[in-house]
């Protein structure tokens, strides 16, 4: 997947074959991905939920997966 | 012949590993219930996120050069061949994927592929993720390992995830989903009869694919595990019980041959006295 390149704004991404240009997201053009993207707005709801609902929803959301980094010999 | 102590010694031991398997079991029992119910919901999510392909069909030329591979399993053990199975595929579609000229990279999810992959096939390892299986998987572990690929740098072409499918309580299969790489989607023909598509939505919806079919993945891999772990340790139990009866058998055959023993002195002492 190729990562995500600061452009000027406005920006137009043509898809190879079709004629037409398209606006690249502003979120997209922060850097962001659309996973993080998703996730910060998952937070957001998560945060505007009403308190019964809430610690049942941030349960259901954490994460526990860590990485390792291959150490290279 | 064991004497007496040595037998109870070993008795005591196998009747106290039975009750850790037999607990154990209790354990994924209930640990299958819950992933089984988390399931249902989740699939719809890797169906849908594989929709796309299937109806578009879409295929990946023949002469990509860089391939991915995920193996999804989890960080414990005790669990039958849950890890093995994941193990020998990807090893097998190293070996192919390597003679046919392609590149390859592995993702290990879960320590044990890690640990059963590293000695042979090293350097393969892109990543790995550890502390799955301590928990059920949320679509926020997915989201994790979905961003550390993408910022991995390494450009993949196409790929599939290779995960262990529940089909039942007693029955799992290894079973390999594909990925496709932004440009095989976007130079696909049959695109076109989608409405609305340019290539910012396309990446979008890359992105998003790759994360649910990793959240599809973990869930059926966490339920087919927790499964394999109730029968393993079922069997377990009953291998102990079939030692501990072998076991007490012998402990009253040997029990009443020191009394006999026994007996047969005192009297051959008392018959030397006469």
């Given at each position: 997947?190729?990562s ?27 850097g ?36 390792v ?5 | ?15 106290n ?28 999510y ?31 053990g005790?669990c ?12 097998n579609?190293?070996?192919n ?7 390859v990279?592995?993702?290990?999810v ?29 679509f ?29 309580v ?7 989903k ?16 989608y ?12 992105e ?61 002492g ?5």
């Open positions: 997947m190729s995500a390149v600061v452009l000027p704004f406005p920006v137009a991404l043509t898809l190879p074959g079709s004629g037409a240009a398209a606006m690249v997201a502003y979120w997209r053009q922060a962001l991905s659309y996973i993080r993207y998703s996730q910060i707005c998952a937070q957001v709801v998560r945060a505007a939920m009403k308190p019964q609902y809430k610690a049942e929803a941030e349960r259901a959301a954490m994460a526990t997966v860590k990485t980094k291959p150490k290279k010999e | 012949m064991a004497t007496l102590k040595d037998i109870t010694r070993r008795l005591k031991s196998i009747k590993i039975q009750k850790i398997t037999k607990s154990m079991k209790m354990v994924s029992a209930a640990k299958y219930a819950r992933a089984e119910r988390e399931l249902k919901p989740a699939r719809v890797g169906t849908g996120a594989l929709a796309l392909y299937e109806k578009a069909e879409i295929k990946a030329p023949e002469d990509k050069k860089k391939h991915l591979l995920i193996g999804v399993s989890s960080d414990r005790l039958g061949a849950i890890h093995t199975s994941i193990a020998k595929t990807l090893k579609e190293i070996t994927l390597s003679n046919a000229g392609k590149e990279m592995v993702v290990g879960g320590d044990k592929i890690r640990g059963l992959l590293q000695r042979t096939h090293g350097n393969y390892l892109l990543l790995t993720f550890k502390e799955v299986g301590r928990r059920p998987p949320s926020g572990d997915a989201s994790v390992i979905a961003s550390e690929l993408l910022n991995s740098g390494y450009e993949f072409d196409e790929g599939s995830v290779i995960y262990n499918r529940f089909r039942s007693i029955s799992y299969k290894t079973d390999e594909p990925i496709f790489s932004l440009e095989t989607v976007a130079g696909s023909e049959s695109l076109s009869i409405d609305d598509i340019d290539a910012d939505v396309l990446r979008n919806y890359q998003f694919t790759l994360a649910n079919i990793l959240y599809y993945s973990l869930k059926e891999s966490t339920t087919s595990e927790q499964s394999a772990r109730m029968t393993a340790m079922d069997n377990a139990s009953k291998n102990a019980s079939e030692m501990i009866d072998k076991l007490t058998l012998t402990f009253n055959r040997t029990r009443q041959a020191v009394i006999t023993k026994e007996l047969i002195e005192i009297i051959s008392a018959a030397a006295l006469d």
